[in-house]
């Protein structure tokens, strides 16, 4: 257990920069290594066709569905849990955590079942044509299979990092990353498994971070997971669900819009498809950065909101916007510039390099405004402002990017699908200053 008066003393006197960075990196670098074995599925499974890589498209979209829920649980909870530690109360902080987990793993399996039940209308409904179904069936099917472990480990990793323990918490995850990587190699390149090689690999290291990341938990965290803890009251679930909306709205747009982006592609053909999901997989990858230092900066929010510490919680804010924009630059600007060649690294075909060319460039030119956008959002969600938060976390998915792709598809065909996501990403930045100026302006806090 973790000395209760050292931790307020960390999170209230540590200087800001040193604190949301050191609690950032660990955060930005486990979803680097989640994105980068995200990107070795689709390297890997690019190898066997453009349909199989195609499917790796559509399970991106279920993959962000389980992290839906996941985040809201894990957000919910871990925002309570920083409230009730700044209050010095763990007995209420094990109440939140152990709901949440429990919950969600209950859900996992909800989700599991159905969704196998239901398999092939499922992915369908994902996007998949006729001859992407067999494969995205196949790594669908494990990626359902894991998730309760998933949703668990989620859970886990996000009160880890509002406890202040993001190094711990990157553990768990960046050992599960790494051993996907050896594991597409092996199950792909040398027992020729093919996509369900790949679908084995990721089930089998979300197990392997799901322990560690309960054995770290157990080990380092005041709170504590235990049956007993578990809440009857209807008032604490109501409370993560509402304080983790904002986090559900963000992901579970993102899966019903890459859905429709999907559905959309398909007349295009299984090279679009391809071609898209490559193109996604890259920005994720750029987009984790931006999003690992906004994390970084939601325990210090919430922390020192509760502790009264208002001035830092503002100079946060801009500081987490400057760093978060200096190191998605870093990524988005060589994206920009050497497009073609990050296509042609995961798949040989022409027709999907000239489709996935011209749109990560545009994608890595949308990716910039991020930093205006996600760390308001998430500093909202962290402060209890569901409202407000849930408002922000509506426009990227969409207020902003459905109502682009429809129209922009209907007017420019592919091309419009090319555009539509940054140009999403652009007017959510804009949208999203007066927020920042207000806030900062603000005297009085209730």
């Known amino acids: 257990m973790t000395d209760s008066k050292s931790h307020y003393d960390k999170m209230t006197k540590t200087p800001l920069a040193k604190l949301i960075i050191s609690l950032g990196i660990p955060t930005t670098i486990s979803m680097l290594v989640t994105n980068i074995y995200n990107m070795v599925d ?4 690019g190898t066997l066709g ?3 890589q195609a499917a790796t498209g559509i399970l991106f979209t279920l993959q962000a569905i389980i992290q839906a829920f996941a985040f809201m649980l894990g957000q919910g909870s871990g925002t309570m849990v920083s409230k009730a530690l ?14 949440a987990f429990f919950t969600g793993v209950g859900l996992g399996l909800l989700l599991m079942a159905g969704g196998l039940l239901f398999l092939n209308p499922f992915m369908r409904l994902l996007g998949s044509s006729e001859t992407i179904l067999p494969y995205a069936r196949q790594y669908g099917i494990c990626v359902l299979a894991s998730c309760p472990v998933a949703i668990g480990s989620f859970v886990l990793n996000n009160n880890l990092r509002y406890e202040g323990k993001a190094f711990y918490a990157m553990i768990g995850l960046v050992t599960g990353g790494i051993l996907n990587i050896f594991g597409d190699y092996i199950l792909i390149s040398i027992f020729r498994l093919g996509v369900l090689g790949a679908g084995i690999s990721t089930a089998v290291s979300q197990v392997i971070s799901f322990l560690i990341l309960l054995y770290f938990f157990e080990k380092m965290a005041q709170s504590s997971i235990k049956i007993s803890a578990f809440s009857k009251k209807a008032a604490v679930f109501l409370t993560i669900a509402r304080v983790g ?3 559900l709205i963000r992901q579970g747009l993102s899966s019903v819009s890459n859905g429709l982006l999907n559905n959309l592609t398909r007349p295009y053909g299984d090279a679009a498809i391809a071609a898209m999901s ?4 890259f920005s994720a990858f750029v987009m984790c950065v931006g999003l690992g230092i906004g994390q970084g900066y939601q325990p210090v929010a919430s922390f020192n909101y509760q502790a009264k510490e208002y001035g830092r919680v503002k100079k946060g804010l801009l500081i987490t916007m400057g760093v978060g924009l200096a190191f998605v ?24 390099i000239t489709i996935g060319r011209f749109a990560l460039r545009c994608a890595c030119v949308g990716i910039l405004f991020l930093p205006l956008s996600v760390p308001v959002n998430m500093l909202f ?37 090319q555009v539509s996501q940054p140009l999403a990403d652009i007017l959510t930045g804009l949208v999203s200053l007066p927020f920042i100026v207000v806030f900062l302006r603000k005297k009085e806090f209730q």
């Open 42 to 45: 689709t390297y890997f499974v």
């Open 50 to 52: 453009e349909s199989p």
């Open 86 to 99: 700044a209050d010095r109360n763990e007995e209420e902080a094990s109440e939140y955590v152990s709901t």
């Open 245 to 247: 909306f904002p986090a």
């Open 278 to 281: 490559v193109v996604n997989r």
């Open 329 to 352: 630059a870093c990524l988005a600007i060589p994206g920009l510039i050497f497009s073609e060649q990050i296509i042609y690294l995961f798949q040989k075909s022409e027709e999907v």
């Open 381 to 417: 969600q962290s402060i209890r402002k569901p409202a407000m938060s849930s408002l922000l976390s509506l426009l990227r998915s969409g207020l902003m990017f459905i109502p682009t792709l429809l129209i922009t598809t209907h007017f420019w065909g592919i091309a419009g699908i």
